[in-house]
């Protein structure tokens, strides 16, 4: 009997994550919306990926494995009768792949209407990428910062355009010290890209405010992604787990595609959200000058020209009111 109380538990716990977690109920059309994903071949990039393609948009989906990229693409259309889904090889851990993804883009499209960074990941061993930053942090906002950067002339084409980053609740115990030193653990590493993410989508709000492309970050919550993944015993049975307490990648998803799609996020611009919902971030990553101090740092590191420096909105003195 009790093994029967405990089965119904976990269902009804499984039950109630299920109505708690949020969904974007939106009926927007994206015919004639070029969108880029990144990280789509799998999770929740390749559900977001699977959302706005079902809604007609023109859909980039961009990673780094060109067999599980072409699989993705070749699974979308299927699922969704369009045939305007691409893959465009992109590898975050390389700034020279992250150019010429660029160039490519800049070479096949007019415009961008919405970039989603959804792409990330967790490393458990500490090395450098060839550009001689630490590998999740340039994955986690390294790369997405350069890329965001010179894909900005695109999303202003576009205005009314979009920027969404997908960021974590782990956002709250990282810092923006010491970014890329080898010798920070790769869980602190983990939180400290999350934050750099709020902090990041903050800051390019402010200054590209008035231009018409709105950026916002997001948590999609515990979700059961290839983060989790594993082929031995001990993480069978912990996936076995994560399926009743997590959320599934196409739950995780929802509010991806609804900073992506809501017409409540026109002008909503530097907020963070979860479930499809503004909520407050942690009081660091609502700290402005945290967040210049990362934009300066993330701009040395990536090696940004000046032609490709966003400048920061000029500031209207008391005596030109």
């Given at each position: 009997m009790w093994f029967l109380w405990f089965v119904g538990a976990i269902f009804l716990i499984k039950a109630i994550g299920k109505l708690r977690a949020g969904r974007c109920y939106e009926k927007t059309v994206m015919r004639g919306k070029v969108v880029v994903v990144t990280g789509a071949s799998g999770g929740i990039g390749f559900e977001t990926a699977l959302e706005l393609a079902r809604r007609g948009a023109k859909v980039i989906v961009a990673c780094r494995n060109d067999?599980?990229?072409?699989?993705?693409?070749?699974?979308?259309?299927?699922?969704?009768?369009?045939?305007?889904?691409?893959?465009?090889?992109?590898?975050?851990?390389?700034?020279?792949?992250?150019?010429?993804?660029?160039?490519?883009?800049?070479?096949?499209?007019?415009?961008?209407?919405?970039?989603?960074?959804?792409a990330g990941a967790l490393c458990a061993s500490r090395r450098r990428t060839d550009d001689g930053l630490m590998n999740d942090?340039?994955?986690?906002?390294?790369?997405?910062?350069?890329?965001t950067t010179l894909l900005v002339p695109l999303l202003k084409k576009a205005a009314p355009s979009r920027v969404v980053l997908v960021s974590s609740?782990?956002?709250?115990?990282?810092?923006?010290?010491?970014?890329?030193?080898?010798?920070?653990?790769?869980i602190r590493a983990y939180a400290n890209s999350k934050l750099c993410n709020v902090l990041f989508s903050k800051e390019l709000a402010r200054r590209l405010r008035g231009t018409g492309v709105v950026v916002n970050s997001l948590n999609p919550g515990q979700v059961n992604t290839s983060l989790y993944r594993s082929s031995t015993l001990l993480e069978k049975l912990r996936t076995l787990v994560l399926y009743f307490f997590f959320k599934t990648?196409?739950?995780?998803?929802?509010?991806?595609?609804?900073?992506?799609?809501?017409?409540?996020?026109?002008?909503?611009?530097?907020?963070?959200?979860?479930?499809?919902?503004?909520?407050?971030?942690?009081?660091?990553?609502?700290?402005?000058?945290l967040a210049t101090k990362l934009w300066a740092i993330s701009e040395q590191l990536v090696g940004l020209k000046p032609e490709e420096v966003i400048e920061e909105p000029k500031r209207i003195s008391v005596s030109e009111n």
């Amino acid at each position: 009997m009790w093994f029967l109380w405990f089965v119904g538990a976990i269902f009804l716990i499984k039950a109630i994550g299920k109505l708690r977690a949020g969904r974007c109920y939106e009926k927007t059309v994206m015919r004639g919306k070029v969108v880029v994903v990144t990280g789509a071949s799998g999770g929740i990039g390749f559900e977001t990926a699977l959302e706005l393609a079902r809604r007609g948009a023109k859909v980039i989906v961009a990673c780094r494995n060109d067999a599980r990229g072409e699989r993705a693409v070749r699974t979308i259309s299927r699922l969704t009768r369009n045939e305007r889904v691409r893959y465009v090889h992109l590898d975050l851990s390389s700034l020279r792949s992250v150019r010429k993804f660029v160039e490519e883009l800049e070479a096949t499209e007019a415009k961008l209407d919405v970039l989603i960074n959804n792409a990330g990941a967790l490393c458990a061993s500490r090395r450098r990428t060839d550009d001689g930053l630490m590998n999740d942090m340039q994955i986690n906002h390294f790369g997405p910062f350069l890329l965001t950067t010179l894909l900005v002339p695109l999303l202003k084409k576009a205005a009314p355009s979009r920027v969404v980053l997908v960021s974590s609740a782990w956002h709250r115990f990282g810092t923006i010290e010491n970014l890329n030193d080898e010798s920070t653990g790769y869980i602190r590493a983990y939180a400290n890209s999350k934050l750099c993410n709020v902090l990041f989508s903050k800051e390019l709000a402010r200054r590209l405010r008035g231009t018409g492309v709105v950026v916002n970050s997001l948590n999609p919550g515990q979700v059961n992604t290839s983060l989790y993944r594993s082929s031995t015993l001990l993480e069978k049975l912990r996936t076995l787990v994560l399926y009743f307490f997590f959320k599934t990648p196409a739950e995780g998803a929802q509010t991806s595609v609804y900073l992506a799609i809501s017409n409540d996020c026109d002008v909503a611009t530097g907020m963070y959200f979860e479930d499809c919902k503004q909520v407050a971030p942690s009081a660091k990553a609502e700290n402005g000058m945290l967040a210049t101090k990362l934009w300066a740092i993330s701009e040395q590191l990536v090696g940004l020209k000046p032609e490709e420096v966003i400048e920061e909105p000029k500031r209207i003195s008391v005596s030109e009111n």
